[in-house]
């Protein structure tokens, strides 16, 4: 069983991961270009999210069982762990083909020009929040982006519902990929030219 210390630890490091990802996110939105610096990212706090609900189709980045056991009414589960895979060469965890990715959105419901939100929590989603938002944004995905501050504690926190319903059922849509891979890099381009790059160690 985890010491209070151990999960406050653990709730500063998911913190750090946000703002960490949310300051990349930023950074790349001044340096890419034109097609990547039109992704439309915002940070918003629950009182802002709730009042938008009805427009926003939303994404709980935690595990399933967390999802389950009580989410944001019509949160679709999408966590990372059930859409990567070990490749042929036996590295875990490669995120699966864009044209899967956008046949699993479209199967959802999901549209490219859907205006979504996403959110996780401090202690068992381990930054799958911000995987979600650069899944997003490598798929050129082109409604707005809602990153919901403080995940489902603050929603909790603030009073906002919590359902552990399965939510209305989505008729499938197309999702239409514009790829943007310009917002990954390699380890074989990083070692053929170390001195361009800043690298940041997040473990």
Known sequence: MP???QKHGARRTSNIKRIFFLWIISLLMIVAPDSLRAFDLQRVEAPQAAAKLNDLIVFDA????EWQQGHIPDAISFCWEDYTRTDATGVQWRIFPPE????ALGSLGVSH???VLVYGDADTSWGGEG???WLL????????VYFLDGGIQSWRETKQPVSSDAGRKRSSVEYQVNLQPQV???ATQLAADPGQFTLIDTR
């Open 184 to 186: 990954n890099i390699t």
């Open 113 to 115: 020009m859907d205006a």
């Open 131 to 133: 995987w979600m938002v």
């Open 100 to 103: 899967e990715l956008a046949k």
């Open 3 to 5: 010491s209070d210390e």
């Open 137 to 144: 944004a490598w798929l050129g995905h082109q409604g707005p």
């Open 62 to 65: 935690r595990p399933q069982k």
